[in-house]
T-cell receptor, first 115, second 113 residues
Framework: AQKVTQAQTEISVVEKEDVTLDCVYE???????LFWYKQPPSGELVFLIR??????QNEISGRYSWNFQKSTSSFNFTITASQVVDSAVYFC????????????FGKGNQVVVIP | DAGVTQSPTHLIKTRGQQVTLRCSPI?????VSWYQQVLGQGPQFIFQ???????GRGNFPDRFSARQFPNYSSELNVNALLLGDSALYLC????????????FGPGTRLTVL
């Protein structure tokens, strides 16, 4: 069974600081997909990034970057130079290659950016 | 292009009643999935439909059912509502049945009194 753990519950940072969110996952599949979603107070889940298990290259997209390490089953996410608009709940999610698109979510990280 | 739409936005029901939630996917998307999000938790997978066929079911009782229509829109039905069914119900759509990014709608907030 797939499982996603996000250990930190609430993280507060001062504007312009960097914030890193940790995600650890469990899966028996060799092919799987990892995602980060953002949920602002409005409630809608907004897709941020996706990484396939066969591609461990880490990238930067604007102020977002991620660190995918299969050896430690981790998929960490960093927001650089945080802004107040980044205040939201961030979810890490895992999808296995098993014939459907089922997402297993972690419990989420509440990020509060203080101006 | 319009994103995923859901209706209604909010709903209040009493225990034992039945409710129907509706979802329209992004144009061209053939897969619709439903998730339940209880306050303070991550979303939990309920169903996935692709080309009108059920392709996945989460660990939810038979009181929960869904269907997908020829235009790929979908309905989620919950019978015999319990207080514990109070949650945000999220719909997501994707192009493909698997290995594809899902895009979520704004959700329907259901309150059961």
């Amino acid at each position: 069974a797939q499982k996603v753990t996000q250990a930190q519950t609430e993280i507060s940072v001062v504007e312009k600081e960097d914030v890193t969110l940790d995600c650890v996952y469990e899966t028996r599949d060799t092919t799987y997909y990892l995602f980060w979603y953002k949920q602002p107070p409005s409630g809608e889940l907004v897709f941020l990034i996706r990484r396939n298990s066969f591609d461990e290259q880490n990238e930067i997209s604007g102020r977002y970057s991620w660190n995918f390490q299969k050896s430690t089953s981790s998929f960490n996410f960093t927001i650089t130079a945080s802004q107040v608009v980044d205040s939201a709940v961030y979810f890490c999610a895992l999808s296995e290659n098993d014939g459907n698109n089922r997402l297993a979510f972690g419990k989420g990280n509440q990020v509060v950016v203080i101006p | 292009d319009a994103g995923v739409t859901q209706s209604p936005t909010h709903l209040i029901k009493t225990r034992g009643q039945q409710v129907t939630l509706r979802c329209s996917p992004i144009s061209g998307h053939k897969s619709v999935s439903w998730y339940q999000q209880v306050l303070g938790q991550g979303p939990q997978f309920i169903f996935q439909y692709y080309e009108k066929e059920e392709r996945g079911r989460g660990n939810f009782p038979d009181r929960f059912s869904a269907r997908q229509f020829p235009n790929y829109s979908s309905e989620l039905n919950v019978n015999a509502l319990l207080l514990g069914d109070s949650a945000l119900y999220l719909c997501a759509s994707s192009l493909e049945v698997e290995a594809d990014t899902q895009y979520f709608g704004p959700g329907t907030r259901l309150t059961v009194l």
